[in-house]
């Protein structure tokens, strides 16, 4: 039996479309899934452009694509929990059980996890095999777009509940597709003010939309100024950091509130510098470096705000694509000019 | 200058509508405020009923009441912060700043707390007199019959906050006004599963409307057993406590989950009974006692939550009265059959 | 190769010393030790007495004890971390991995825990057979009789550190082996004053030794008094509550402070009355209940204070006897007359 | 009555010895106090060398120096909890109790903070008049030099014991005379392994004494290679920063365990360039910028330590002069040979 598959088939950029087997060797804790919907996250991009991590990392031929949602349709010999028939979507990275660090229950920073689509076949075809570990059941009737995006809405939920920001001031710095959801989970709990920060015309209205109170454009305003009068000189209680953008980061440390928090998702290729005095130690913040999501923890936060129903989660999808039209999606992701992409198989 | 007022003048059940004047010794650190909206807490029904805690506790002639939002319309000779015209709310727990406690900066169990409207005069008049360090300015235009309820609401988000439960199961017990609330925020954060408890179905009604999935009956059920069923037997994370009923807190005992966590803020007269053994140490929970609310960081989370615009407040206010009328509200709130009561002077 | 082993024959009191194979079955993660010093937990007594619990528990014939350290000797083949000549001790919860407890990391909850000792073989004997994944290994070099308590230690260690205790009064209730070690664990991290309870003369004066500031005899002085009066009528911050009895539990509540922390581990097999409303609720105090060792956090701070070379270990073994001698052992355990009891084999 | 005091007279280095009255001006709040023994920080070295921070800050003349013990000699009119005889020592941070941090209880980031010896009169006198509230009554009976040192004492706890460190690899960062109590405390409180990193000969020998395991030092060795030796290439758990150093502290991001934590302390005038994503990112960790003392908390910490009597401070405190001599002290304390400097009035 066969099946489309989107596949990263020689070290080159694009994506090629191909017919493969389903796979049918599950191993005892295996389960064998049908995708229903997919959607592209900024790591399938680099894999699509080929960029150099990419060319240090990945190698093809692969199956790319880890965020899903699927139905169950095969099980391995010693799964227990899943049943046929469950809809499910997946933690996508796939940890040891022996480290130190999973030894202690941090298993997002395990030190020998392997990433589904990226050291393993991934979803970006119309079955995809997993391990029952890292499988979530998906108990409500909820569109499978919007159960795609779990995995990914979990980055954004871990970026904005580490620290509370329930009656807080909250920057969210750079609103691609997760610093929108970060936008939406904090209008949602009730942050007291919500400033996000963002250069794309079209994003910073889906910002607007999604619960921001205030939109800064860098390229039309000087953020840190502007932060600084909409928080009555005293700076945000909570800084957000999605867009891994050198100059965001480097300012979000001017504007920070003395005992305030920095949750940092956001990466760079850049060195970041930083009066440390000033704006760390006499200000006697407390910053942290979001990994992933905590297993299972952040999983049943990103259940539970799905499932409340309070969530836009239709506007944070802009574009839905069958999955053979896998070109056309990464072309608006690349454009910037989009919320979350999904794709149908 | 006279003010109308609701005064307990004599030591005896009821209250008693007054002409006195409107205050205007102000001392330094004093503000006085026109009073838009205030409304009935359950410490106000003991006064009325004049129980034996009000006996103990109550020193006639005093103006009743402590919830309110009003306007600024004079100010002390040393007031810093607020300005005439300003919205205002009031923290009801007048601290010492000198005890162990304030020094430590946990206002909340200051040893010589003074209570707005039981050891001083409160808010159930036209006029009322405010030390400026209670209040809050409301910011954002709302509608002040839901800015009166925010000291009550925040018992309810200190309550339901104090742990995590977005994404988690929790079960709301009492749907008193203030468990109405909790069940509402709950929703709004994303628990996973709303289980309240509650015996009057006027209540009962209202809880699946601000968001409870389900709602037992103690009267027509087993508790314990529903809570297991609708848990797949492990009982929920998060026990929210409103109810002040022996039997309802004893059972909770029973069904909250290994590693769960209990916020107690129901007040019985009853001395409770518990396994400690096997439903506190075998399974590792945690109990929280809630006082009154985290100065004044549950201040900015509940304007917080207001301002979101998430909460249905609409809902969670059931009645809406003169303040001449109230020996109506009083009635309604000890009828059982209400939300919040709300007096307009 | 036969070896000596402490076993409970039959399903009656006692314990039954004979000769068996040594275990030669090593499964694929197992590991084979040479029992170099072992010693008396509660439970073993327990088992010993044949009490209730035991008898709903314990699968005879089994190899009792839990609590040692060895040498390993074999490793099973999929081994990858212990090598030969290692010194380890074991933490006695094995876990499941699969459960919802063990999936977030929670091990010490997990749902379906085995127990070393309990469920399986044990360590009164020459030699053990131990899961890999249980091992923790002894890098200083110190007398293994010291290793051998450091489960136990664990236990203390998790009760007394779960809340800070450093500059804070701390009740130590109960001075069996363990609250002994709580009370010097207290006294190594700085406890501002140690107040511990017990009624036998031995432990009173081995708590004094180990750190104690006060000892109050509950058969001499009206408990709740007493602490009172050593705490300028505050109480204590936080309570750790080792002794398993009512009365003791019960006036624990009564000394807690406004604010304050109590830890419980003691088993008790009475229902405890309290006043939730004025001792937990208009207190605001915190109560966690103790389960076992949180894994391997707990066991990281086991060896930290043990390799410090700050605790009282020599005073906390008050007898040692050879491992044939085990009824001479259960003996000095029942009598109260002992700090921690360890054997020889 | 006059007495002697250290003074700085004129914008310019040096100290100057004068007579002045003693302060007969109390204030209903204050305290006059006979001062027993007095610390150098390094704060007064900033203001003795009249550097640029103290030329922009410093209001000659003014009495400086903040560390000290004293007897309480006479009582302002309001003055409740302090009586005359008591033995105590100060916070150093006027607090204003109006802002929003004191409003929440985080008053060591006091928007508007005095601090004793820098923008009021100090302690470097024969006695020294201070707030009542600003007081810490020493009950134990210790030598006033030791308790003179209990404010930076307050910084090194607040350092160590912000994260859990027991049984936690440490690395201190700087070894002066905080740096020096953050490796005792760290010994004390039964921290895995601690790595001290030092230059001077003196204080690595010291860092020694006082129970660091490893001391490195950076201009005979590569610090980060050797962290990542001494911790099987995993790096610290936490790290503990008082160098002020550029480097070392941009070393100490590298060789930070994942999922660590680091403590700011020191001040650097220099910018701080870090590999974000790297370094913060992907490991998961958490920074927090230490600011003074948390009111009274960490005071609470540091007499509990002080009065356990497991602290080294016969060897922390390296040199003892008179208060005449503070030339000598302050040449003491420059030339790096030294712990803590204590003058005797």
Known sequence: MEMMA????AREPGATIVKKPIPDDLGPNEVLIKVLATSICGT???IYKWDKWSQGRIKPPLTTGHEFSGEVIKLGSHVKKVNIGDIVSAETHIV???CEFCRRGEYHICKNTKIIGVDTDGCFAEYAKMPEENLIIN???IDPKYLSIQEPLGNAVHTMLHFKITGKTVAVVGCGPIGLMGVNIAKVVGAKKIIAIEVNEYRINLAKELGADVVINPLKENVIERVMEETDGMGVDVV???SGNKQAIEDAFKYVKPGGKMSMLGITPDMITIDLSNDV???GITIYGVVGR???DTWHQVTGLVESGKLDLDKIITHTFRLS???KGMEVMMSGNSGKVVLIP
């Open 6 to 9: 989107v596949i990263k088939a």
């Open 44 to 46: 399938d991009v680099h």
């Open 96 to 98: 040891c059980h022996e």
């Open 139 to 141: 108990h409500a009737p």
């Open 240 to 242: 957000t950091e999605f």
């Open 281 to 283: 130690v006499f200000k």
């Open 294 to 296: 905590i297993l299972f």
């Open 325 to 327: 039209e896998i070109d």
